[in-house]
């Protein structure tokens, strides 16, 4: 295919591969990451439909090829999960940085909320490339995890593709405001974050003041 529209920043690295292998690019990338390879599987899908939004490819196929792909990778994942187990997800997980307390916390979620951590780890960086290990480790019957991956595939799916493709050829003064800005929206990130956590604390010594209390009342005084 023919060079497509400049990309900046993060996004320009693939310009090269998408301009020599297109589709084939996007689907292979989005389906290596999604076993645990550490490749840009969200930043091409991204990259891809900005190159839709320029007419330099269909939008049509970027949705499907990265969903298709999307689902596929992380059923790979669930069957080295499911009979690799827990150690070879180990072994292999320190080429890209899963240690056992890393393992230990995802599967814990995964114990208390299965499926729902399923469809929304598409949008969170770690659980993406893990979470079809995961489930499979956890032995999360596969009916029910497809059923969750594939809903999680085409929310990722549409919501990214949707803003590459709106972005289109203004895509540098899209980049270029959010980078103006990207300081100030990180700052009330922190803030909001900040605040959410001396709240919960707050609430922990409120109810374990509570808990206190009610354990070891104090003795009526006599009269």
Known sequence: MGDGPALPGVFGSLAPVLNDYGYFALGGIVLLEDFGIPVPGETIL?????????????????????????????????????FGGRQLALRAGRYVLLTDKRLARAEHWFDRHGGKIVTVARFI???????????????MPWR???????????????????????????????????SRYSPYALALVALAVLAFIIHTRARRRAH??????????????PT
Do not use: C, K
């Not at 991956?149 to 270029?176: C, K, M, P, Q, T």
């Open 125 to 139: 960086e770690g659980l993406r490339q893990l979470n079809g290990i995961i489930a499979g480790i956890v032995m």
């Open 144 to 178: 029910r995890f497809i059923a969750f991956n594939a809903l999680g595939a085409a929310l990722w799916v549409g919501v990214f593709s949707a803003l590459g493709y709106l972005a289109g050829n203004r895509i540098d003064s899209i980049y270029e405001t959010g």
């Open 46 to 82: 991204i990259a891809a439909s900005i190159y839709a939004g320029a007419h330099h490819l269909n939008i049509t196929a970027v949705v499907v090829i990265a969903f298709v792909a999307a689902v596929i990778g992380d059923n790979i994942g669930y069957a080295i999960g499911r």
């Open 208 to 221: 374990q003041a509570v808990a206190n209390a009610l354990a070891d009342p104090t003795p009526d005084q």
